[in-house]
C-alpha cells in the first residue's frame, strides 16, 4: 500500500531555511496533490500547502511569501521550503495526500511526521 | 480564513457510552465540505469522516458525522477502548483550508 515517509534536519537555525523531503513508495506520485501539514507541540493543524505532480501549488496565504514546494518525479518525493524560520515555525511536520476527488481538499493519507526545532 | 471551534475541549466518558462531539464554523462551509480526524499520542492523524457524513474506507459504523453549515457533530456511538483519542475537524470549502483546536476523549 502506498506510504509517506518525512525526512531532513531536525534542528534549524533561526532566520535559516527549513528543508524537508517526503517519499512516496508503494504508489506513483503522479496523481493527487501532495501536502504538507504541521502542529506545534500540544496544538492542532495548520495546512501550509500543496503540489501536485505537474507542479501546480497551492499555499497557506499566512506562510505563502516564505514557502516553496517542489515535486521530483523521477524519485517519487515531494518537498518543502520555509525560508526565515524562528521559533514559531518549530512543529511537527506531516506530509499527507489529498484524496483524488477534484477540488476536495481533505487527506486520505498521512506520514508519520517529523520534529523540527528552530533554534541557535 | 474559516475558523472552526470545537467543543467541549475535553470530554471524559466510558467504554460502552456514546460520545457527542461539536464542531462549530465561523460562516458557513461551502458544500459541507467538513471532514474529522483521529490522532492517538505519537501517531498522524486519520481521517474518519469527510463531506460531513461520509466515513471513510475501514472506518467502524460506530462513528458517525452529521450537520451542514456552520454546525457539525462527530458521534461514536457505543465507545472501544481504542476510541479514547484527540479528534480534529477540518473545512475544505475554502481556502485556507483549516482545523479546529481538538476535542480530547479520555477515559472516566
Known amino acids: 500500500q502506498v506510504q509517506l515517509q518525512e525526512s531532513g534536519p531536525g534542528l534549524v537555525k533561526p532566520s535559516e531555511t527549513l528543508s524537508l523531503t517526503c517519499t512516496v513508495s508503494?504508489?506513483?506520485?503522479?496523481?493527487?496533490?501532495w501536502n504538507w501539514i504541521r502542529q506545534p507541540a500540544g496544538k492542532g493543524l495548520e495546512w501550509i500547502g500543496g503540489i501536485y505532480f505537474s507542479a501546480s501549488t497551492n499555499y497557506n496565504p499566512s506562510l505563502k511569501s516564505r514557502v516553496t514546494m517542489s515535486v521530483d518525479t523521477s524519485k517519487n518525493q515531494f518537498s518543502l521550503k520555509l525560508t526565515s524560520v524562528t521559533a514559531a515555525d518549530t512543529a511537527v511536520y506531516y506530509c499527507?495526500?489529498?484524496?483524488?476527488?477534484?477540488?476536495?481538499?481533505?487527506?486520505?493519507?498521512w506520514g508519520r511526521g517529523t520534529l523540527v526545532t528552530v533554534s541557535s | 480564513e474559516i475558523v472552526l471551534t470545537q467543543s467541549p475541549g475535553t470530554l471524559s466518558l466510558s467504554p460502552g457510552e456514546r460520545a457527542t462531539l461539536s464542531c462549530r464554523a465561523s460562516q458557513s462551509v461551502s458544500s459541507n465540505y467538513l471532514a474529522w480526524y483521529q490522532q492517538k499520542p505519537g501517531q498522524a492523524p486519520r481521517l474518519l469522516i469527510y463531506g460531513a457524513s461520509s466515513r471513510a474506507t475501514g472506518i467502524p459504523d460506530r462513528f458517525s458525522g452529521s450537520g451542514s453549515g456552520t454546525d457539525f457533530t462527530l458521534t461514536i456511538s457505543r465507545l472501544e477502548p481504542e476510541d479514547f483519542a484527540v479528534y480534529y475537524c477540518q473545512q475544505y470549502g475554502s481556502s485556507p483550508y483549516t482545523f479546529g483546536q481538538g476535542t480530547k476523549l479520555e477515559i472516566k
Open positions: 499527507a495526500r489529498r484524496t483524488d476527488i477534484v477540488s476536495n481538499w481533505y487527506f486520505d493519507l
Open positions: 508503494g504508489g506513483s506520485i503522479s496523481s493527487h496533490y
